[in-house]
């Protein structure tokens, strides 16, 4: 009995030491990244740090975080942040979000709020940080901007999973009860104030694997496969599939078919977003309907292909603008 007495204090005693070395190794390991970020142009702090949870986890609690790309006029700042993991998993983290956060684009302030928001990201054992899943809850949120628009959705889930390719990952979002800014919503007097659902079932292949190597030298997209991309806003319903690759200058390339039922009540979307000026919108209507009877189709079902080529987008037959850049 004295012997086993002796073992569980000397585990006890090693456990211990072994938090404290630990939890003093995560300080300072935020305080070094912190203090490097510098070197890639960007502005990485908080006005406090403290290390709790023994002895079963790593509870670092930050008071006002923030980030910041001087350069680029971005940033992300909140009171406070808990990021905690279990003592003996250190490579399962799991972020507690406070109820306001704040983002920074170069011309506006946006503020988020949200009665719950989790995060958890999941690293492989090893000094390589090679990414394996991320997860991303909410409930409860609203977005407002310093441009005076403001939008919400009741739920929020976000997930990803590195493939059997290292560097390619499958994603996917559902939003559920979004709510988008008023003024646009009084602008679609033939649907609900809240749209159903979307959707994202997708992979992104990156140019190498995903882990610590990230932090300094930036990830390029090679391949985006979009298995089901789909909304449901009253009777609107959105499907789309397809595959996107990057071109030899970084510019997607490929197409996504898309399906929208009940297109026409959808117009006035093009007018409220500034797609379209009224003056054009009712050439726009008579060309989209005449391809949605074309071959006989039903006049209320419209299917195009969303098409980039030769660093230029066109849906169907009509001309979008330049195509996007993937990296």
Do not use: C
């Not at 890639?40 to 023994?54: D, I, K, P, T």
């Not at 679609?188 to 292949?205: C, K, N, Y």
């Not at 030298?217 to 996107?244: F, M, N």
């Not at 510019?251 to 000026?277: C, F, N, S, Y």
Request: proline content about 7%; glycine content about 10%; charged content about 20%.
């Amino acid at each position: 009995m004295r012997v086993v007495l002796w073992l569980v204090a000397a585990v006890a005693v090693l456990w211990t030491g072994y938090w404290f070395v630990g939890s003093r190794s995560v300080e300072k390991g935020i305080e070094a990244w912190a203090a490097s970020q510098s070197d890639s142009g960007l502005e990485a702090g908080y006005e406090g740090l403290s290390v709790g949870g023994f002895p079963g986890r790593f509870d670092v609690a930050l008071t006002a975080p923030h980030l910041a790309d001087p350069m680029a006029g971005t940033g992300w700042s909140a009171p406070d942040l808990l990021v905690t993991a279990l003592a003996y998993a250190p490579w399962h983290l799991i972020a507690i979000f406070p109820q306001t956060q704040t983002v920074t684009l170069p011309d506006q302030t946006v503020t988020l709020t949200a009665e719950k928001l989790l995060g958890s990201v999941i690293f492989a054992p090893g000094t390589s940080m090679a990414l394996q899943r991320t997860r991303l809850s909410g409930n409860g949120l609203e977005l407002g901007s310093t441009f005076g628009w403001r939008a919400g959705a009741e739920q929020l889930n976000f997930a990803t999973a590195v493939l059997q390719d290292a560097r390619s990952h499958e994603i996917g979002l559902e939003m559920l009860k979004v709510t988008p800014d008023p003024a646009l919503s009084a602008a679609m007097p033939d649907l609900p104030s809240q749209i159903d659902r979307l959707h994202l079932d997708a992979s992104v292949t990156f140019d190498r694997p995903v882990d610590g190597t990230a932090a300094s030298t930036p990830l390029r997209v090679t391949a985006i496969e979009v298995k089901d991309l789909s909304g449901i806003w009253g009777d609107a319903v959105l499907a789309g599939s397809g595959r996107i690759t990057a071109d030899e200058f970084g510019r997607a390339e490929g197409q996504i078919d898309l399906r929208l039922d009940h297109w026409r009540k959808l117009m006035p979307l093009l007018v409220a977003t500034g797609t379209v000026t009224p003056e054009v919108a009712p050439t726009w209507e008579r060309m989209l309907d005449y391809l949605a009877r074309d071959g006989g189709g039903d006049p209320d079902v419209l299917q195009l292909p969303l098409t980039y080529r030769d660093g230029r987008a066109s849906l169907g037959p009509l001309p979008l603008g330049p195509a996007p850049q993937l990296n």
